[in-house]
């Protein structure tokens, strides 16, 4: 019973952001001179309206899914993983570099790729790790900062190396991959694939491992009180290592998920443009870090995303009123994030004194 209570009082704050970012959502309608009921009526149709743009709701949400879950295991232990976008650019890379240069029979392949990506993103983010742990380095600032690093090799390595020389494509590209490496579509016609499924087992999986393993509870005890955690035992670094190259290889995985199941190629800037770890780590804060919130989050959030193309399609209201509702989204995440430093801070120091 408690922990349904405490379930329900956690849910109240991501709830009220929501609330709040639809009422200013409804300002920015306004503004614009539209109308809010008809409005949301057409960002709903876009993103539930029918199985077509339900499904097309739930492949956008597939990387959001990957991207938070590996964002939310860093944050679980305390660290903070900033270069989910940089380990998909590098996972979405390599699965592509993978599926086209590697013989053998498509499911062996495709498997391999997935592998491969997560292997690529999973060292990326581990480096950032040692880093910290070899030179104090601030583990937010390199996982940013390498982010550009990742950018940019991925640009260069489909603009010159690898790049598509068939076609006449605007955007720098890797040829197509075989079509028997693809993912699996759930649905004919649809655009959501198999990547879905493996986003909500990886979600459970992190779940089980996070509240039902010895190392995951290390973990969650590292992440609520290092001082903690390090005086019954816990290896910091060890524990670093561990949840940066896991959450590493998440990001990793939802590169080559869209890779193998979307694009069927890497496609300079394709990764970056959506924004899918930015909403990853947006998930992850409006759930707190738990798996199956940020599950559910990701969703949401890809609902707001495609709901809003549907919302322009139909309205004259602009596309830009669904970044408007998640701009406060986040606004009122970081503002809660803030106020929750500051009084730990404020005890702290209040416990020091009375020492």
Not at 72 to 78: I, M, N, P, S, T
Not at 284 to 300: D, E, K, W, Y
Request: hydrophobic share 50%; aromatic share 12%; net charge positive.
């Amino acid at each position: 019973m408690n922990r349904v209570k405490e379930t329900l009082r956690g849910l109240v704050q991501p709830l009220l952001a929501v609330f709040i970012g639809l009422i200013a959502g409804a300002v920015a309608i306004l503004i614009v001179g539209g109308n809010v009921v008809d409005t949301y009526a057409e960002m709903w149709k876009g993103a539930f309206g029918n199985f077509y743009f339900f499904t097309n709701t739930l492949a956008r949400s597939t990387p959001i899914i990957l991207a938070g879950l590996g964002v939310a295991l860093a944050f679980r232990a305390g660290f903070f993983n900033m270069g989910a976008e940089g380990q998909m650019i590098l996972g979405g890379l390599s699965a592509a570099l993978t599926a086209l240069y590697l013989p053998g029979p498509g499911w062996f392949v495709c498997i391999a790729a997935i592998v491969a990506g997560i292997i690529a993103g999973g060292l990326w983010s581990l480096f950032a790790g040692w880093l910290d742990a070899r030179f104090g380095m601030n583990l937010l600032i390199t996982t940013l900062l390498l982010n550009y690093i990742a950018i940019y090799f991925g640009g260069y390595m489909v603009s010159y190396p690898f790049k598509d020389r068939t076609g006449s494509a605007a955007m720098a590209q890797t040829p197509m991959i075989d079509q028997s490496i693809w993912l699996p579509k759930l649905f004919q016609g649809m655009g959501l694939h198999a990547g879905f499924i493996i986003a909500i087992v990886a979600a459970i999986l992190i779940y089980w491992f996070t509240h039902k393993t010895v190392t995951g509870y290390e973990i969650r005890m590292l992440g609520s009180n290092p001082s903690f955690a390090t005086y019954g035992g816990v290896r910091r670094i060890r524990m670093m290592m561990l949840s940066m190259v896991i959450s590493g290889g998440l990001a990793g995985l939802a590169g080559a998920g869209e890779v193998l199941g979307t694009q069927y190629r890497f496609l300079d800037g394709s990764l970056s443009s959506a924004s899918y770890a930015w909403s990853g780590i947006m998930a992850t804060l409006l759930a707190r870090s738990h798996p199956l919130g940020t599950a559910v989050a990701a969703i949401l959030l890809a609902a707001l995303q495609t709901g809003a193309m549907g919302m322009e399609r139909n309205t004259d209201v602009p596309l830009e009123v669904g970044s408007v509702i998640q701009a406060v989204l986040t606004l009122f995440v970081s503002a809660q994030i803030g106020y929750s430093f500051l009084k730990r801070r404020k005890e702290k120091k209040s416990n020091a004194t009375t020492v």
